[in-house]
Structures are given as C-alpha cells and as structure tokens.
C-alpha cells in the first residue's frame, strides 16, 4: 500500500500552517561555496541604477543600490556552487513582515544574472507575498535566462528528506500542480502559477507562488544531476512571523507526456 492509497481531498480549512514543513524538511546539506570571496558583482537595474553586492568572506555581504536615494545593507549569504561556474545565492534581508529572501543565480561562464526578490505585502486583512525578478548580465556580457517550457509534460518525484516526499506536474509554462505524497503536507494538492528559466543543459531556474499558502519557492532543478536546490519563504499566519525553508532534494523523473497530434478529422 502507497501512501496515495490512503490520502483523500483536503479541504483548504483543514490545512496546516506553513510552519508545519519546517522540522520535515530538515538543514540544507550541500555545502556553502567560497569561491565569490573577494569579489563583487554590479547589475544593471531600470532607471539606470547599478546595484552592488560584495562578497567579504565566504558568508557575509555588503550590497548598495546606487541613485538619488542610495541604499545599503549587509547579510549573511549562503553560495552553492550547484555546477561549475553556475552558482544559486541567498540571503535575507529586513525582519518580520519587512523582511525579503532574496535569491541570486549566477552564471560566472556566460555572464547571465537572475535576481528574485520575494517579500510581503498587505492584502485585505492578511499578509501575502510577492516576487519580483530582474534579469541581465554582468559587465561585458549579453548573456540572460530565458524563459522556458522544457519542463512541461513532466511528473518529476522530489525526496526532501526521509520523511519528505513530494511531486511536481508541468502543465505548461506558466502552471503546475504540486502534490505531497508524504509529510507535514501529506494529501495535499495545488494547481499554482510558476515560471522556467533556462539556465543550462538540463539545468533550470523555477519559480512557483501558492494562492492557498503564503510561499513563495525559488530552486533550480537539474535533471542531468538529479537534484533540486533552492528555498522556499514564506508567512505562518498563526505564529505571525516568516518561514525561511532553504532545501535541496533527490529528484526522480517518472514520466514525460507526450499528447497526440491531433489533425481535427472525426
């Protein structure tokens, strides 16, 4: 007996908080690189403002965003080296409801940059969440990630940990339907909108945001090295306070459709 063979609909009230992943899913175990020690990286933003971040020593950053109201910062980041030269970068800024887990991908070979920012916002009488992205290049390059539907028609298997399982199905390029087959989420299934981006061979950046939970997911999926890594950021509405879920997981790709070429003759 599977675990699907026990599980039924769950109505949304029923639902547990967000805060329930977080035991489940356990540490982010793949190591922090320290390779971006001692350099700095400078995109380009809209309005022609140059936002810096500094990369001090292997864990902690400075970051400015450079214009008439200049800004700055620093954080705590952590860099995983996800294959040579493509590297995914993390750090929270802010606290509370103020807070935002930004994420970088970087792509040292090609000199193709994506930045998600994903925060808070007030929605009614409930916390809600958002991301923007950005995408460019660094100094010298023409290189980006574009958008892509490689994934779709895909039913990909994810083992976050021993107790974690999870299933994702590509319905096209901007849905997806997500299903925990074991876990804090156990039973629990979602159709939500999601972006792809390519990043390498086999290698791609997605995004999803839930309209039932306050999450927003931001990971790189590679298929060649049979791995996710990335996080997800989130609101648990009954301890008030954000979740911050970094994780990586075993993937599995259990099947692809393929639809008929239908020539529209009864």
């Known amino acids: 007996m599977t675990a699907t063979d026990i599980q039924d609909y769950v ?57 008439e109201e200049s ?65 460019g290049n660094v100094e010298g390059s023409a290189a980006t990630h574009s958008r892509s539907s490689a994934l779709v028609g895909k039913r990909i298997y994810y083992r976050y940990s021993d107790v974690e399982t999870y299933e ?33 061979d086999d290698l791609y950046l997605f995004f999803w945001t839930e309209k039932v939970m306050t999450v927003e997911a931001v990971l790189l999926i590679d298929l060649r090295g049979q791995r996710s890594i990335g996080r997800m950021f989130g609101w648990d509405e009954p301890a008030a306070e954000p979740v911050i879920l970094p994780f990586n997981s075993r993937l599995t790709v259990l099947n692809s459709t393929e639809y008929p070429r239908d020539n529209h003759k009864h």
């Open 11 to 67: 109505p949304e009230n029923e639902w547990p908080s967000v805060g329930s992943m977080l035991h489940g899913f356990g540490e982010q175990t793949l190591p922090a690189s320290a390779a971006l020690t001692g350099t700095a990286l400078h995109l380009p933003q809209d309005g022609g403002r140059t936002t810096t971040y500094t990369f001090h020593d292997a864990h902690s950053l400075t970051w400015t965003a450079g214009g």
């Open 168 to 200: 994702h199905i590509y319905l096209n390029a901007g849905t997806f339907t997500w299903h925990c087959l074991r876990g804090g989420e156990a039973g629990l299934a979602d159709t939500d909108r999601c972006q792809t981006f390519d990043v390498g």
């Open 71 to 135: 800004q700055g910062g620093a954080a705590r980041y952590k860099a995983i080296e996800a294959r040579p030269g493509i590297f995914i970068i993390d750090f929270i800024q802010g606290e509370d409801r103020q807070a935002e887990n930004v994420t970088i991908v970087l792509d040292r070979n090609t000199g193709a940059v994506t930045t998600a920012v994903s925060s808070f916002i007030a929605e009614r009488d409930t916390t809600r969440s958002t991301t923007t992205f950005s995408h």
